[in-house]
């Protein structure tokens, strides 16, 4: 799987290079700002972060930053849908969005975002990049970052349950409203019961959360 994504990857990793060498002072200035989170980041339990990685980038261990797979897949899909569809975001892309600010809906900020994402991926690790992601996410309305996650597990985040985590990194899909109502609880349940049985049916949990280090 690894080499394949590599493979495919190429493009991308080809154009990262290059931007390496004639990096403009606005992109180094996000590139510095996001190593700097990274390296400064309270170091989030490592439940959490297998939560995420099961929830919102399964192939984590596998790509350089960007998902290849997940790209062509959501790029057929809008084809088809007339530009309807999910998005195709890895753990570092998201974070580098989060910390840039960037969130504008043109190709130029996507790629840009893919850039930076594989210069990240580089640079750190891969549980470190998720971990400061789950220091700086939003959750919901009052339910950001690190003092979010203590406020909701009463300052204990070292000793919640997978399905604890699981149910509120799945906010990052359905941020919390202000008012949660029935609907929104439906999508949260809805969603993570989906990934626990994905988990029960093929040993994802035993195959696809060993972070790389």
């Known amino acids: 799987m690894s080499v394949f994504l590599w493979t495919l990857s190429f493009p991308f990793l080809f154009f990262s290079i290059f931007l390496e060498i004639f990096m403009t002072k606005n992109f180094r200035e996000d590139l510095d700002n996001c190593l700097a989170k990274i390296n400064n980041s309270e170091k989030i339990p490592n439940t959490l972060i297998k939560a995420l990685v099961i929830a ?6 596998f790509h350089p930053g960007i998902d290849p797979v997940a790209i062509g897949r ?12 999910g998005g195709a975001s890895t753990i570092e892309q998201q974070f580098s969005r989060v910390i840039t600010g960037r969130y504008e809906r043109t190709f130029i900020r996507k790629f840009r975002e893919q850039m930076l994402a594989i210069m990240i991926s580089r640079r750190m690790s891969k549980s470190s990049i998720a971990s400061a992601y789950l220091t700086v996410a939003y ?3 009052g339910f950001v970052g690190i003092s979010g996650l203590r406020e909701h597990f009463d ?14 990194v799945v906010f990052l899909k359905y941020p919390r409203p202000r008012n949660p109502n029935k609907a929104w609880n439906r999508k949260v349940a809805r969603r993570t019961d989906i990934i626990l049985r994905r988990l029960e049916s093929d040993c994802y949990y035993s195959t696809r959360t060993k972070l790389a280090d």
């Open 74 to 85: 959501t790029l057929l899909f809008r084809i088809k849908n007339k530009n309807r569809g």
């Open 139 to 141: 959750y919901g309305t």
């Open 56 to 61: 919102e980038d399964h192939r984590s261990n």
């Open 155 to 168: 300052g204990d985040l070292e000793n919640i349950s997978f399905q604890q985590a699981l149910h509120v």
